[in-house]
């Protein structure tokens, strides 16, 4: 048995997520647009800890993802600018794996469970993408003559020496054997599941309603801000693609967009102990990489590989969560998941992202990993337990998937 500070790993200890709550996603230069990135977290965190319960008296550290610092006025130390905020006093660490960063926050926090080491733990993901600011790398150092370059980090996301990633989920969409038509198809499709669910009030049980400033106007931001649920196919098909790419374009892909997301971890024993809510069993996680470009199959990557840990297939899951940071992510990876089985991947696709997606939600990088989570548990429960993946995919390919587990009457289709 490991022994780390006194505590110990408890063999078959379980992990339970307590509490899970986000702001509404704003559009860019939207109602959130004016919204202080720290403050988008401190209120997402701030209701998960609320929704938590007993289980939020003492959270033993702070979990942060967080990709564009630059949004914020201080650069640095981002989550223990969250953690003073909420006047937790608790060591906190600050995690950039791009759109990964807050399933690998949780993902460190499952660490410190095992270790030993924690027995709760705040995760929060949060981006302001609207704040984002023009970098100049000329001023410096000062500028004599001729002009100075502002740069946008966000107009296209890249990397130097690599394609936009938008070019990237192009060519896997090709590579794959998934057309334009399919891409545009399920983006509208991603608006009409979202208007389908907000109709219903699916996702009231994870949206903190927040007062928000915009010029002289106070508003209170209640629903997501980016869904175009009148849009049509015909719309999205005249849409010109972007950057270089093949199939790529506005309509299937998510916007750049702001908002914060939060979720409370303990140990089932310690829930129970204080009488806690469960919300899910955080079963395990699983991070991977690939090739630099190989951001539209990074997803079923990760996906296999915590499903292979755990003795599982895709088709022993009820729900999956793919990440649309296009809509090529979750067509690409699910075709991947079916294994050339056509009829097995619309199986696939039947359960994943039932309620919409980035596309339509919106996709602050830094938050969304916990979003797509708590959107996936919240359905679990609505329909009485099972069990779910979720999977994201992160610049320069990297992956996160996540395992969760609801108690209940519910199991695998």
Not at 118 to 131: D, F, K, N, P, T
Request: net charge neutral; charged share 20%; with cysteine.
């Amino acid at each position: 048995m490991c022994r780390v500070l006194g505590v110990g790993y408890a063999a078959g200890m379980r992990i339970v997520i307590t509490g899970a709550k986000r702001t509404p996603f704003g559009r860019y230069q939207g109602a959130l647009s004016e919204t202080e990135p720290l403050d988008l977290a401190v209120h997402a965190a701030r209701a998960a800890l609320e929704a938590a319960g007993a289980a939020a008296r003492e959270v033993d550290q702070i979990f942060v993802g967080n990709c564009i610092p630059g949004a914020f006025e201080a650069a640095s130390v981002t989550g223990r600018q969250i953690g003073l905020k909420l006047g937790r006093d608790v060591f906190t660490t600050t995690i950039d794996t791009a759109c990964c960063s807050p399933l690998t926050a949780l993902r460190m926090a499952l660490w410190g469970f095992r270790l030993g080491e924690i027995r709760s733990a705040l995760v929060v993901g949060v981006e302001s993408m609207s704040r984002v600011p023009h970098v100049s790398r000329q001023l410096r150092a000062g500028v004599r003559i001729g002009e100075v370059k502002l740069v946008d980090p966000i107009f296209p996301i890249t990397y130097p020496g690599y394609n936009p990633v938008s070019v990237d989920a192009s060519d896997g969409a090709e590579k794959h054997g998934v057309s334009k038509h399919m891409l545009d198809a399920f983006a509208m499709g991603s608006h009409l599941k979202w208007a389908a669910a907000a109709r219903a009030g699916r996702f009231s049980d994870e949206l903190a309603p927040i007062r928000a400033r915009k010029g002289r106007q106070e508003v209170l931001v209640s629903e997501d801000e980016q869904p175009r649920a009148d849009g049509s196919m015909a719309r999205i098909g005249m849409l010109p693609t972007v950057f270089g790419s093949k199939t790529t374009t506005a309509g299937n892909a998510p916007g750049l967009n702001d908002g914060a997301a939060a979720v409370v971890v303990t140990t089932e024993e310690r829930a129970r102990e204080l009488g806690a809510p469960v919300l899910a069993e955080l079963v395990d996680q699983a991070g991977v990489t690939d090739a630099p470009n190989g951001i539209s199959w990074i997803p079923a990557a990760a996906i296999r590989k915590v499903l292979e840990r755990n003795r599982l297939r895709a088709d022993d899951v009820d729900l999956i969560e793919i990440n649309e940071a296009f809509a090529a992510m979750p067509l690409v990876s699910t075709r991947i998941l079916a294994e050339g089985d056509e009829a097995r991947w619309l199986r696939l696709l039947e359960r994943t992202n039932v309620n919409g997606g980035a596309v339509a939600i919106g996709h602050p990088v830094g938050a969304s990993g916990l979003r797509i989570l708590m959107t996936m548990v919240y359905e679990l429960r609505r329909r009485g337990g099972g069990q779910g993946v979720c999977a994201i995919c992160g610049g320069l390919t990297q992956g996160e998937a996540a395992l969760v587990r609801v108690a209940g009457e519910g199991g695998a289709r």
